[in-house]
């Protein structure tokens, strides 16, 4: 079926620092998402991207759609507690009405 | 506008027993996602339901079932209830059609089998 392969499946950092993290795929998107799921609650989505070299901003939050429209990436620029949670990406792949997503990136910070 | 509602949100029961949980969508919204997550794990994908007909399925055993109603609301039925079901169960709704297939989710139903 089809995959997304989320990186890192973890991160260890310190409070301030910038994170990144990716998403890759053999298949075409016409989508890419991020969510966000805290512990014990629902993912919450963060950023949608339509169009293929779309490069999006929420707060310190940036996402892009990869040119070849296979890749997404998601940055937290200046890290602070709260982000700390689990990121997904998620994406709907060309000619199909269904979401994949990505097996998430487990985000730890350091006080 | 009302966001997604998930009920109940926590539940124990034995195993061997049955269970329902329930799902409304946000308003004007036709399809109903649902996806099982284990502790540490990703979000297993279960099954899709739009205009009242499953129109996506995982690979989960016939064990697990759902419909959906003409309101759009959704259940999903686990049947004789195995230790390894507990987990986090998601809904997820979204309009189902279009170019914006952005998908909305619930706070879940945490299902713990004992």
């Known amino acids: 079926g089809q995959q997304l392969n989320q990186s890192p499946q973890s991160m260890f950092i310190q409070e301030g620092e910038d994170v990144s993290m990716n998403c890759t795929s053999s298949s075409i998107f016409n989508t890419w998402l991020w969510y966000k799921q805290d512990p014990g609650e629902g993912p919450v989505l963060l950023i949608a991207l339509y169009k293929a070299g779309e490069l999006t901003s929420n707060g310190r939050l940036t996402a892009q759609f990869g040119i070849t429209r296979k890749d997404s990436f998601l940055n937290i620029s200046a890290s602070i507690p709260s982000d700390v949670g689990i990121y997904f990406c998620?994406?709907?792949?060309?000619?199909?009405?269904?979401?994949?997503f990505g097996q998430g990136t487990r985000l730890t910070i350091n006080p | 506008k009302a966001g997604v509602t998930q009920t109940p949100r926590y539940l124990i029961k034995t195993r061997g027993q049955q269970v329902t949980l329930s799902c409304s969508p946000i308003?004007?919204?036709?399809?109903v996602s649902w996806y099982q997550q284990t502790p540490g794990q990703g979000l297993q994908f279960l099954f899709e339901y739009f205009s009242e007909t499953q129109r996506n399925k995982g690979n989960f055993p016939g064990r697990f079932s759902g419909r959906q109603f003409s309101n759009s609301r959704s259940e999903m039925n686990v049947s004789t209830l195995e230790l390894g079901d507990s987990a986090l169960y998601l809904c997820?709704?979204?309009?189902?059609?279009?170019?914006?297939?952005?998908?909305?989710f619930g706070q879940g139903t945490r299902l713990t089998v004992v």
């Open positions: 308003s004007g919204h036709r399809s």
């Open positions: 997820a709704s979204s309009s189902g059609q279009g170019a914006f297939p952005e998908a909305f």
């Open positions: 998620a994406g709907q792949i060309q000619g199909a009405q269904k979401l994949v």
